[in-house]
Every structure is written in structure tokens, then in C-alpha cells.
């Protein structure tokens, strides 16, 4: 297939058929989820890609030009390294010698700051998120730190945008997700962001009042809102992406049931019910596992989701949902240690028990971080299998 | 030497940098360009 408008028409259709679970696709679509890996794998150092987009650019064109994925999670586009050294914040810790990147986790504030988020979250932010996060907020600033930090803050997105559209039209490789709006729930935001798991936990048992406050005021600013946007957004399925939307949960991993009911799945399925409504193809990735949940999304129509497990069991998932499509299950410690016969073997086994007749998305079943993520070679054994597979004719 | 402000304090710091930045939204849309300046905000916390 030579023309690169008629290869990303042929790809989007492949998601599409597989995850509406309506027509048997041509052949399994297989995407990407390799993030600071592909750096390593295309021969740099960490730093460099991280640093330089033009580097960057050469790591996920060579990504694509190496394995001919139908889809790539994550462009270059994972970690805002560049406005967060200026900020001189520390929150990176890139090590290119244990070729690892880690994140220093920095709580927002302690539990008193809940109250004044509850009263005023734009005063929150500006005062004790900013002043939290970068030393330099409270001491004198000149306007040019600021139109500098505009400057590369820009950057980023214009770096981003390019790189979405060179893989469009040099490779027909589509849009992951259409850029429709999402609405994102108070407890991921304090959880990721605000107060950290500790912080959280403590809250929801010590004090949950003024956490009550503090959603009731992060909803009337953010995400109800955010709500409104997405109920405003064009219905139906987007000819150019391979999701309509995608939900990715981490807080749930500290909620039992009663707090998941009260903090989570109340606000998740006023998400979900606009997701459904609107006619959306929606991605649905939870870190860790999720399956004592799983019965909460039952509800939701054929083909509305295609499930991503991390940690949870892809077959089980498919025994509990018949009806939506599955994605991931390639392991990273089989691409990473296994041979090359056994990745060929794992990768058999999951469409032909995941989705022979549609319904399942090759994927790694986590981010590719670290050089023993995968070995290449096995990598490349994969993609070409997946290419080429066609159950019924085998 | 350019002079140096402390942009710290809600809302006046908000609406000095809504002032004196150059932004691509014209001078007499304050809350737009005010909106702008809270978007990179909300967004530089979460870096």
C-alpha cells in the first residue's frame, strides 16, 4: 500500500472494525506503548532525546521505520523535561548511566491545604501549587523568565503537532485519539497530583468532610465544566483516530469499594455516560489491576470500550467481557527475557483467543521504559507476525 | 536591567503578568489573556 492517505484510512478502519466488535477486522491492528525504550533502542542517550526534538523526531521516525506499527501511544510526548529544567524544578531525575527516568513525587500541599483549595482552588494554584513546585514563585521575577517559560512551554506543542502530522503523512499512521475534551475527576487530581497516596489515604479516613469541600470545589471549577465540554463535543465516531476518547485510572489502586463508589465511580460514570451517549470508541487503560471492579462497567454498550489491563489477567478479562474489545497482553518480560519463539507463541495465543474474529488490539501490556523491556529482535519478530496473521486463513 | 516583580500573590500577580506579558491574544481581552495565564498554571503544577 503506497499512498500514506489510503494506508491510514486501511489502519484507522482496522481499529475501528476490531474495537466496535461489529466486523471482523482485516488483520489485528498492533500498537506501540514503547515510551523512553525507543530512545535507547535508536542508539541515544536518554538526555539527548529528552532535550532535543529534532533527536526526538529521529527516535520515533525510527521507531516506526524499524517495527510498521498501526499506532504509537507515545510520540516523544510522555515527559515535559525541557519546561521543568528551566523551572529548575528537579521533578526529573533522568539518569543516562542507569538509563532510567524517575519522577519525584511532590505532594502539593499537606492536609490544611485542602481548606483552601475548598474556598478558593484558583488562589490554590497560583499561590500554593506554584509556590510547592518551584522555588523561584515567591522571590522576584522579571517578565522575560516568564515569556521564556511561555517560549518553551510552546515548543513542547509545537513539537508535538509536528510530530503527529509527519507521522500522518509520511507514514499513515493515524491519530491514537481523536482531541475531543475529557473531564477529569477530583480524586485523580489529588491522588496524582495535589496529596499523594499517603496524603490521600489519610484524608479520606481522618478528615473526609473537608475532602468532601475540596471535590465540591474541584468540581464546580474543573471538572464539571470539563463535563460540559464533552457533552458539547461532535458526536459519533471520528474518520480520523483510532479512539474517540480514553479514560486512564491510577487512583483506584488505595480505594476499597465504598470509597471507590463514593470518590471514583460517581464522577467516572458521569464520564462514561457522556462517552457512551456521544457514540465514542473509548480507549479504557487502568494501572495495576482493576478487576475488582470490573462489574461496575458492565453496564456500558457492545463495543463502547476496549479494555487495556496492566497488571490484570487479559484472558480473564476477556472471560468477564465478552462484549468489548481487549487490548495489550503482549508481556514486556516475555519481549524483554523470552525467546523469540515464545514472544511468537504469546503473540498467537492472543489473537486467536483474544480476538480471531475482531475485538482485541495488540499492544505491550505496559510503557516500554528500560533497555530489558524488550529485545528487539523479538520486538521486530512480533510486529512482523501480527502483519502477516490471518486466523481464519491458517 | 529589566525590573523584577513578585508574581506570587492571587490575584494581582495574575493580572500583572496578564498586563505585561506578550501573549497572542490582544491587549484589551483580559480575561481571555488572564484565562491563558491560568491555563499554563494549572498545567505547570502538574509538570
Not at chain 1, 134 to 161: C, H, L, M, R, T
Not at chain 1, 196 to 222: C, Q, V, Y
Not at chain 1, 329 to 345: H, N, R
Request: with cysteine; glycine share 6%.
Amino acid at each position: 500500500m503506497q499512498n500514506v492517505k489510503e494506508l491510514e484510512k486501511y489502519r484507522i478502519g482496522l481499529f475501528r472494525d476490531a474495537c466496535s466488535m461489529t466486523h471482523k477486522p482485516d488483520r489485528t491492528p498492533n500498537v506501540s506503548y514503547m515510551v523512553t525504550w525507543k530512545i535507547l533502542d535508536a542508539g541515544y542517550k536518554l538526555t539527548e532525546a529528552l532535550s532535543d526534538y529534532d533527536i526526538m523526531t529521529k527516535v520515533v521516525r525510527e521507531h516506526q521505520d524499524k517495527y510498521n506499527f498501526d499506532g504509537i501511544i507515545e510520540m516523544g510526548v510522555r515527559n515535559q523535561y525541557l519546561i521543568s529544567e528551566y523551572f529548575g524544578a528537579g521533578r526529573y531525575i533522568v539518569d543516562d548511566k542507569t538509563e532510567s527516568v524517575n519522577f519525584r513525587d511532590i505532594p502539593l500541599c499537606e492536609s490544611e491545604g485542602l481548606r483552601i483549595f475548598a474556598d478558593n482552588p484558583q488562589k490554590f494554584m497560583w499561590e500554593q501549587g506554584m509556590g510547592k513546585m518551584y522555588s523561584f514563585w515567591n522571590k522576584p521575577n522579571d517578565v522575560a523568565f516568564f515569556q521564556k517559560a511561555i517560549e518553551i512551554n510552546n515548543g513542547f506543542f509545537k513539537y508535538a503537532y509536528a510530530m503527529a502530522d509527519t507521522m500522518r503523512n509520511e507514514y499513515g499512521l493515524p491519530t491514537n485519539v481523536a482531541p475531543n475534551p475529557i473531564a477529569q475527576t477530583a480524586i485523580e487530581f489529588f491522588f496524582q497530583t495535589m496529596r499523594g497516596i499517603k496524603g490521600l489515604s489519610m484524608d479520606m479516613r481522618h478528615d473526609p468532610g473537608l475532602l468532601d469541600a475540596a471535590i465540591e470545589a474541584w468540581n464546580e471549577t474543573f471538572f464539571n465544566p470539563q463535563l460540559t465540554a464533552m457533552k458539547a463535543a461532535k458526536a459519533g465516531p471520528s474518520d480520523a483516530a483510532c479512539f474517540d476518547s480514553t479514560n486512564v485510572l491510577l487512583a483506584h489502586i488505595i480505594l476499597n469499594t465504598k470509597q471507590w463508589e463514593k470518590y471514583y465511580w460517581k464522577y467516572l460514570k458521569q464520564v462514561l455516560d457522556v462517552q457512551r451517549d456521544k457514540n465514542w470508541s473509548v480507549r479504557f487503560f487502568a494501572e495495576d489491576k482493576i478487576s475488582r471492579f470490573w462489574d461496575y462497567l458492565s453496564e456500558y454498550p457492545r463495543g463502547m470500550l476496549t479494555i487495556h489491563p496492566d497488571n490484570d489477567d487479559i484472558f480473564e478479562a476477556r472471560k468477564k467481557f465478552p462484549t468489548f474489545a481487549l487490548m495489550g497482553g503482549m508481556k514486556l518480560s516475555t519481549l524483554g527475557m523470552g525467546s523469540k519463539q515464545e514472544c511468537l507463541d504469546l503473540a498467537k495465543r492472543l489473537i486467536d483467543e483474544l480476538g480471531a474474529e475482531g475485538g482485541y488490539v495488540m499492544c505491550e501490556d505496559k510503557m516500554g521504559s528500560y533497555r530489558s523491556d524488550a529485545n528487539a529482535e523479538n520486538l521486530k519478530a512480533v510486529c512482523d507476525f501480527v502483519r502477516e496473521y490471518r486466523p481464519s486463513q491458517n | 536591567m529589566e525590573e523584577k516583580y513578585v508574581f506570587s500573590d492571587y490575584p494581582s500577580g495574575l493580572k500583572l503578568l496578564a498586563e505585561k506579558l506578550d501573549l497572542p491574544i490582544p491587549v484589551e481581552e483580559t480575561e481571555k489573556r488572564e484565562n491563558y495565564i491560568f491555563g499554563l498554571i494549572n498545567a505547570w503544577v502538574r509538570l
